[in-house]
């Protein structure tokens, strides 16, 4: 069972949407005996997975505002099942095309910075010796290959992915479908909601 929020010694809590808006993952949870950033399904509201790793609070979660697709010989190397995917299949040798992924950046108070996606069980990417202070805020590129963190002790570090890394992203018109399949009509990033 995961303790979705409790007391204790951060001063902010960071939530983040995925980009499909599926799920939100929420920050300084607590599943013993580690800190994690527990994933909750829109509708449901419940959590449905954790992110597991931190020895201190997290602090910020952020999701890449990308998706991802491997390239067809990336895919070949290795098909992992998708963990928590915008509910499309699991992955599989006999797929055709490659499950769209999210990406996710996780900064805590132990001073580390882990980056998952959905289409691997194990993070892609722990920076440790970065900082001498708290993780306090991630951003990820317009491009989305690259990542920016900061920290208490007033620096600042770029870590930069490559295409083979992270894969191909969903062009805007593939990311809006995706969402037109799961909610619907789509409006787009550009509309005018007054």
């Given at each position: 069972?995961?303790?979705?929020?409790?007391?204790?010694?951060?001063?902010?809590?960071?939530?983040?949407?995925?980009?499909?808006?599926?799920?939100?993952?929420?920050?300084?949870?607590?599943?013993?005996?580690?800190?994690?950033?527990?994933?909750?399904?829109?509708?449901?509201?419940?959590?449905?997975?954790?992110?597991?790793?931190?020895?201190?609070?997290?602090?910020?979660?952020?999701?890449?505002?990308?998706?991802?697709?491997?390239?067809?010989?990336?895919?070949?190397?290795?098909?992992?099942?998708?963990?928590?995917?915008?509910?499309?299949?699991?992955?599989?040798?006999?797929?055709k095309e490659p499950q769209p992924y999210i990406v996710i950046a996780i900064g805590s108070q132990d001073r580390t910075i882990i980056v998952w996606?959905?289409?691997?069980?194990?993070?892609?990417?722990?920076?440790?010796?970065?900082?001498?202070?708290?993780?306090?805020?991630?951003?990820?590129?317009?491009?989305?290959?690259?990542?920016?963190?900061?920290?208490?002790?007033?620096?600042?570090?770029?870590?930069?992915f490559e295409v083979k890394e992270l894969g191909n992203r969903l062009t805007y018109a593939e990311l809006d479908e995706l969402k037109r399949n799961?909610?619907?009509?789509?409006?787009?990033?550009?509309?005018?909601?007054?």
């Amino acid at each position: 069972m995961c303790l979705l929020f409790q007391l204790g010694s951060t001063f902010f809590r960071r939530l983040g949407w995925s980009p499909c808006g599926h799920f939100i993952t929420t920050t300084h949870g607590f599943q013993k005996p580690r800190h994690s950033a527990p994933v909750l399904e829109r509708g449901e509201w419940s959590a449905t997975f954790d992110f597991l790793g931190h020895n201190a609070p997290v602090i910020i979660v952020k999701f890449n505002h990308s998706m991802f697709r491997r390239n067809i010989s990336n895919a070949q190397e290795k098909a992992a099942p998708v963990g928590w995917t915008n509910g499309a299949s699991k992955m599989g040798g006999k797929e055709k095309e490659p499950q769209p992924y999210i990406v996710i950046a996780i900064g805590s108070q132990d001073r580390t910075i882990i980056v998952w996606t959905t289409s691997s069980p194990r993070p892609i990417f722990v920076a440790k010796q970065f900082f001498t202070q708290s993780v306090v805020d991630l951003c990820w590129s317009p491009d989305g290959y690259s990542l920016f963190a900061c920290s208490l002790d007033g620096s600042v570090a770029t870590f930069h992915f490559e295409v083979k890394e992270l894969g191909n992203r969903l062009t805007y018109a593939e990311l809006d479908e995706l969402k037109r399949n799961r909610y619907g009509d789509v409006r787009g990033p550009q509309a005018n909601l007054a």
